[in-house]
């Protein structure tokens, strides 16, 4: 139950973050500026769907490492935290500044700053997630483990050549 229970919401936080990143994007590439105010306010309102995911998923995945010293779950912990700080720090505030200042009509210059910081942040947040997915299929054996002596980045194995 405990592992089904960290799979959705894992997912839901994973999905909500994307849902957001690409909204914001698409919205600000073909949206007007009162379908931008709209999106950054259902992004706000959304923050209550993602914050008790995210809260969830953490919770249920450090219960379930435990003590591990498991070498995975060390970097799982280690990037969660890494997204943790990132949310806390740089996403909740920039989406009610964002919120306020689209609300305002003040879709200007430094609302593009902000919202391009907001969205790297959102990217760093979504590879490192991603990254856990994967970590989290290996551990479970749904995912095979890269062969001894070869590496994620390793080009020979993803196709692309050496420069």
């Given at each position: 139950m405990l592992k089904r229970l960290h799979l959705i919401a894992a997912a839901t936080g994973f999905a909500t973050i994307l849902v957001f990143?690409?909204?914001a994007v698409l919205t600000e590439l073909f949206g007007s500026p009162?379908?931008?105010a709209n999106v950054r306010r259902v992004i706000l309102w959304g923050l209550?769907?993602?914050?008790?995911?995210l809260v969830v998923a953490g919770a249920t995945g450090s219960s379930m490492a435990g003590a591990s010293t498991d070498p995975r779950i060390t970097a799982k912990k280690r990037r969660m935290a890494f997204v943790a700080a990132i949310g806390l720090l740089l996403l909740v505030p920039a989406a009610f500044y964002l919120d306020r200042l689209a609300s305002g009509g003040k879709v200007d210059a430094l609302?593009?700053?902000?919202q391009t910081a907001e969205?790297?942040?959102g990217a760093v947040s979504l590879v490192l997630m991603?990254?856990?997915v994967r970590d989290g299929l290996r551990i479970s054996g749904?995912?095979?483990t890269p062969a001894a002596g070869s590496t994620d980045n390793d080009p020979s194995v993803h196709g692309r050549r050496q420069a």
């Amino acid at each position: 139950m405990l592992k089904r229970l960290h799979l959705i919401a894992a997912a839901t936080g994973f999905a909500t973050i994307l849902v957001f990143w690409l909204s914001a994007v698409l919205t600000e590439l073909f949206g007007s500026p009162d379908q931008v105010a709209n999106v950054r306010r259902v992004i706000l309102w959304g923050l209550l769907v993602l914050v008790p995911a995210l809260v969830v998923a953490g919770a249920t995945g450090s219960s379930m490492a435990g003590a591990s010293t498991d070498p995975r779950i060390t970097a799982k912990k280690r990037r969660m935290a890494f997204v943790a700080a990132i949310g806390l720090l740089l996403l909740v505030p920039a989406a009610f500044y964002l919120d306020r200042l689209a609300s305002g009509g003040k879709v200007d210059a430094l609302f593009h700053l902000a919202q391009t910081a907001e969205l790297a942040a959102g990217a760093v947040s979504l590879v490192l997630m991603s990254r856990n997915v994967r970590d989290g299929l290996r551990i479970s054996g749904r995912l095979a483990t890269p062969a001894a002596g070869s590496t994620d980045n390793d080009p020979s194995v993803h196709g692309r050549r050496q420069a």
